[in-house]
């Protein structure tokens, strides 16, 4: 009997608005999404961690991951530090992205106490992160210069060490492709079963934004993703394909 291949699929931004829960709650409870990355400082993480107590109790059945978040990313959706250090530098709101001159020469101590400081939210609302991944980048270094980034990879490693977190980062991915998305579920888990074992599909399901928000210009693919992810067919699907939905620290942890 022929093995199925492993893909996890990934729900990123929790706690980012209302209407990311909700789909992702779907999807979690649809039992395809198997890792969902919570953002430690979003604007909703408080209330998506109350859902999860609400409708999974303390055993969850899939990861829950720190979405390591140093972007604001969108204007009307700013995300602010989380501890001391890191607000002498940013003390409202992180900047949309790297590109903002005060992380030319950010110490790396003060990055780190952030990163701790967003584990600890987390665990604070009673969720136990399995995984770390990063927000627009944050554990990529890209803005970091060579010797810096170096030493910022090794301490990531180690962080995940001492913490027993598995570096999503460090894990093959997986693109499915917009004419997929557009052909439903079949068209969908086909392209997964033509990915790597073991490859993440990072996806963003979310519901519909009012048409004033930044997001709304992008949101269509985002409402994609829900409707396939949640559809009551997606399992047998997978299964006809040969695909196994699976939870990253199930198999890396």
């Not at 109790?57 to 989380?82: N, R």
Request: with cysteine.
């Amino acid at each position: 009997m022929q093995m199925s291949k492993k893909i996890h699929i990934r729900a990123d931004d929790a706690g980012s608005r209302v209407e990311a829960d909700r789909a992702i709650l779907r999807c979690l409870q649809a039992g395809t999404v198997k890792n969902v990355s919570v953002l430690a400082n979003g604007e909703t993480v408080r209330a998506f961690a109350e859902l999860l107590h609400k409708y999974f109790g303390k055993d969850v059945p899939f990861c829950i991951g720190l979405h390591f978040c140093l972007t604001s990313e969108w204007p009307d959706m700013p995300k602010g530090p989380l501890s001391d250090v890191m607000k002498v530098y940013f003390p409202a709101a992180f900047a949309a992205d790297f590109k903002d001159p005060r992380w030319a020469d950010m110490p790396l101590e003060v990055i780190l106490c952030e990163l701790h400081a967003q584990l600890e939210r987390l665990r604070q609302l009673g969720l136990s992160p399995d995984y770390l991944d990063g927000h627009m980048g944050a554990l990529e270094g890209y803005w970091m210069l060579e010797e810096v980034k170096g030493e910022y990879l090794q301490e990531l490693e180690k962080f995940c060490r001492t913490e027993s977190l598995v570096n999503c980062d460090n894990l093959p991915r997986v693109r499915v492709p917009a004419e997929a998305l557009g052909g439903g579920g079949r068209s969908v888990v086909e392209a997964l079963s033509k990915a790597h074992e073991g490859a993440i599909w990072i996806t963003h399901p979310c519901e519909p934004v009012p048409e004033g928000s930044a997001q709304h210009a992008i949101n269509a693919s985002r409402v994609q993703e829900l409707a396939i992810l949640s559809a009551p067919e997606l399992p047998s699907l997978a299964e006809e394909f040969g695909v196994a939905f699976s939870r990253v620290a199930t198999e890396h942890g």
